[in-house]
């Protein structure tokens, strides 16, 4: 065979594998698109173009969160951009509604929502929009926000009218609600033309813009205008004194402060006008736990308030601590022939098991709570009477080193408070504090260079100082170094409190700290269940949650977490005052 032939073999071989090849490639194809278009006709895709599982679960999350901020704040505009916000990330999930799992992937966002914002109970009008959102009315759920936001902001200017003394103060307060009413209606009309409450809502705003010169120009009762279940809202006045209204000739009186909520919590002591005051502080979801423990703490050490329940508590498991505490010291024979300071460290070991043995475990300071209690409540009474509780608390405070200067610049947090000291007395400022004692505060570097002392550099301050007090114009050239208006220092308490007792007035208010932090978090968690068993559309069941490792929580708790709960049977959470497991949904979307 000549070589010729060889290769035209060769070619014609190298053709035909080509042509069958691309034949092959075809019919892959084909067979491909037909089985796409199968498994099109049978049943939706889950991972088609334009449904993506990840992208569902984050707009979902984002949808919950913006539409809690619509639905609760009270900055107008605020609701604005973020409704313009709600309008570009809806249009995923209306074109995922049909999608077979998109159920599922809702069911994540609401998962992680709760995760994230734990004291959140999640609407129903929240989860329609999330749920349905082809047949959700934003544009009547916008319609509504607006008119709630605005509703918020008036109540909340009226409350600060009244506190107004100045006409032209109050006057200007009345033209800013007359341009929030203007902004309002403005975007009502813009944007919500179509919704049937805008006739409604606009007539609204008209009645109290005419009103709005009146003094008793007041806000509509309750309307049609509602957006979920928001709180009024409050405003927390700097606290002061109203102890001439507060009725002497009862005793022991009871105030619920919260009546029918799922855990009742009662003042003993407190009338209704104190009562009421510290349930409108309580309810204020404008003000951070902190300040409001300050503010309730103020009335409880000045009116020498108690909680029943706090009360309750400690009857039932100060026993069980005390006894646990007497158990452990006599069983350890360390215990009998430990040294006083020895004995302090064991305490503190022996203290943690007595705790973990209380089978409702308040979720504070139980050492405080047990240990610290005043024997007489009223210790601290003829002080604040004089001073003020604010005062008398920042004295006690830094009360540990009167003989030290304080520098405290224009900035600093205690500047506001260590100047009240200097009006009430209890403290000196400036130039009425010892030369001396002033030199102290300034670095060895600036001694020297007031100093200016041609024959000799000074190592020790003291040295520095004392040459120091011989010049003439000393104050004129130290003024130079350091702002007299910064340094503050404590004076000593009068003569008719030299009986007092700094230790037990620190501990009664350490006492009354915990108190107040248990009436705080036990009316939030209690509120929050309040909340949670109102809407029971989409709930098929309960389940209790705690974010306390397993280590940490206390035996009722890890009861009630591996428990399921039926919708007509649901657990009273919170268990127990201080209880800090929390009351969750399970959701039925079928």
Known sequence: MTPLVIILIIVIIIVFAVSKSKKTDSSSIQTTTKQTNNNSSSGQQVFTGDYLPQNIQRTGLQALETINIIGTSKAIDTIKGRYEFLLKIIDTLK???N??????????????????????????????????????????????????AFKRNYEEHQEEI????????????????????????????????????CATAIAELENIENSIHTENGRMPGNTLLEVGQSQPISVASTITSIKPKQSTAKKEIEFILNPGAPFELTLLNADETLGNQIRKILSD???????KGHQIVALFAEFNLKVKE????????????FDKLEELKNNSTEWKSAGEKDKEDMLEDFRQIAIKGIYERANCDVVSLFEKEPKDITIDDELIKEYGFDSVE?????ADNLDKVRVLPNDNYNRPRFEKLTEAGLAIRGSSIPIEEILSTLSLKDLNDIAKNPEKEYKRKNQAIEFLLTI??????????ISLRELFKLKPLSDKYASINFK???????????????????????NYTKQTLQDKEFAKGYTVTNFEGEEYMCPCAKELINKKYPKSRPPQIPYHIGCNCSLDKEYNFD
Do not use: H
């Open 162 to 197: 009244k506190l107004l003394k100045r006409d032209d103060a109050k006057l200007r307060r009345k033209e800013k609600i007359k341009e929030i009413i203007t902004f309002t209606k403005d975007e009502l009309k813009s944007k919500c033309s179509s919704s049937p409450s």
């Open 310 to 321: 706090v009360e309750a508590y400690k009857k039932k498991y100060g026993k069980v601590y």
């Open 472 to 481: 003439p114009n000393i104050e004129e050239k130290i003024g130079s170094k």
């Open 99 to 148: 999608n077979s799992r998109y159920l599922s992937d809702i069911q994540k966002s609401i998962d992680q929502y709760k995760s994230m914002y734990y004291d959140r109970v999640p609407q129903d009008y929240e989860l329609a929009i999330l749920l349905k959102p082809t047949n959700f009315d934003l544009i009547d759920f916008y319609c509504k926000a607006l008119f709630s």
């Open 504 to 526: 037990e007035i620190t501990d009664t208010w350490s006492y009354t700290y915990e108190v107040v932090s248990l009436l705080i978090d036990t009316f939030r968690n209690s």
């Open 394 to 398: 920042t004295y006690f405070r830094f």
């Open 95 to 97: 074109r995922g509604q």
């Open 285 to 291: 979801e404008n003000v951070y736990d902190n300040k």
